[in-house]
């Protein structure tokens, strides 16, 4: 693993920061600004900004260049991943799309499909959202109910998912269903596109702890889908789904990594500025310690990333190791947001909104909304069930 950048990187590097120096839109750095857009407002403004950066050339950077990609390496999505957090830049809406749709399609997709899709994901025409979980299955995700018989060209869609993220906001789903349940319940899954439009989804938003509503019940009642619109063999959705998975979560730990890092940059600034006892937080040697041990999480979390990147450099497919990141980034991101909490003491509790609250409420909102974390895309319990019997080889428990 070499973790220095080679001088083509360095120059990379300065690319991109030099073109988001000049594009990243600086309202986005006023808090009155995002508090003033409406949910809409804020899909439009998002959706926008995707299209500036897709119009740059700046999404979907490694992928193949006939589908709108730009055929990078998986170190220059990082350097540019790194680059967007250090310009503290807005996120991308299809966020999704991009790293799980996308790539299951590349992987599993008939060569229509990769037309039809690859490049509506990447200028943001089309949001997609992921329909694994329901509400009888999420860890046990192959016990999943959501039936899809084929009816001629077509099958016909019948159940409930939930949790859906960006599923109000979205124009296609990547559904798991359940196409054969007279075999093992490994063995009878599909992947379906699922134009949201169908007549018969209905989606219904849900409120989170944050007060945001991000995810979603969806209903499929009667909902037909071409057949054309499989993605890999019938009764194969297992194999796709784990595809998937690995992606979300080798994805989402390389996204993050920087962000934690920015986080804690900004903790230790807010700890410089708040007293304890008359004096800056940060000369308290219990605050100390905290801030300590969060520093160098974030460091193993930014070598055990780039091991990952390094392994998928190497021609390796994204393997169950990305549990390890995806555990470590979120327990440590949860355990930075508590010492935040520990930092601000009584005025932790003011959300946002309120006159008084630090940071506009930044610390309590992010504290709340990074419970979430060890629960979205495995919870950290099923991850170390996978890290001790697939990468540890241990017996099963
Ligand atoms: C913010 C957020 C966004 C999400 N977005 C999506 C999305 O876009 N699409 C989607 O399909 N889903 C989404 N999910 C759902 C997520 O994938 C599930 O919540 C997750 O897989 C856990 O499933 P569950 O909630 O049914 O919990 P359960 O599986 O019922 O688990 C309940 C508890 O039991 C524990 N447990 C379960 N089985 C075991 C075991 N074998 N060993 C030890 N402990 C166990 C779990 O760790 C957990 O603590 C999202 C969730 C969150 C929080």
């Known amino acids: 693993m070499d973790l220095t950048l080679t001088p083509a990187e360095e120059k990379f590097r300065d690319e991109c920061r030099a073109w988001l120096d000049v594009h990243v839109p600086q309202q986005w750095h006023d808090s009155a600004f995002r508090e003033s857009l409406t949910p809409a407002g804020e899909i439009d403004f998002l959706k926008s900004w995707q299209q500036t950066l897709y119009n740059g050339g700046w999404v979907g950077l490694t992928w193949p260049r006939e589908y709108g990609g730009r ?5 220059q999505q990082v350097i540019f991943n790194q680059e967007m957090a250090r310009a503290k830049a807005p996120p991308l809406i299809n966020v999704l799309g991009i790293i799980i749709a996308g790539p299951t399609i590349m992987v599993h997709g008939t060569e229509e499909q990769k037309r039809r899709y690859l490049p509506k994901i990447l200028n943001a025409e089309e949001i997609w959202c992921q329909g694994f979980s329901e509400p009888n299955s999420g860890s046990d995700l192959a016990s999943l109910a959501t039936r ?3 009816d001629g060209d077509e099958f016909v869609v019948n159940g409930q998912k939930i949790w859906n993220s960006y599923a109000h906001i979205s124009q296609q789903c990547l559904l798991l ?13 599909s992947a379906l596109i699922v134009d949201m439009q169908s007549p018969g989804v209905t989606v219904k938003p849900l409120r989170q702890i944050t007060g945001d509503a991000e995810f979603n019940e969806i209903f499929f009642d009667n909902v037909r889908v071409p057949r054309a619109d499989l993605v890999g063999e019938i009764d194969d959705g297992w194999n796709v789904a784990i595809t998937i998975l690995m992606f979300e979560r080798l994805n989402t730990a390389s996204l993050l990594e920087i962000q934690t890092k920015i986080a804690l940059d900004e903790l230790i600034d807010t700890a410089r500025r708040t007293l304890r006892n008359g004096r800056p937080a940060t000369e308290d040697p219990l605050i100390r310690q905290k801030l300590a041990q969060i520093y160098t999480d974030v460091e193993i979390l930014r070598l055990s990333t780039y091991r990952s990147v390094t392994r998928f450099q190497r021609g390796q497919r994204p393997g169950p190791e990305g549990s390890i990141d995806k555990l470590f980034w979120s327990e440590t991101a949860q355990r930075l947001f508590e010492v935040a909490m520990e930092v601000l003491g009584p005025q932790g509790q003011l959300v946002k909104g309120s006159k008084w609250a630090v940071d506009s409420g930044h610390w309590s909102y992010q504290f709340l909304r990074s419970r979430a974390d060890t629960v979205a895309g495995g919870t950290s319990e099923i991850l170390r069930n996978i890290i001790g019997e697939r990468v540890l080889g241990l017996p099963k428990g």
């Open 71 to 75: 055929g990078a390496t998986l170190m």
């Open 177 to 189: 269903v359940r196409t054969d349940p007279s075999v093992p319940k490994h063995k009878g899954i």
């Open 148 to 150: 899809a018989s084929l």
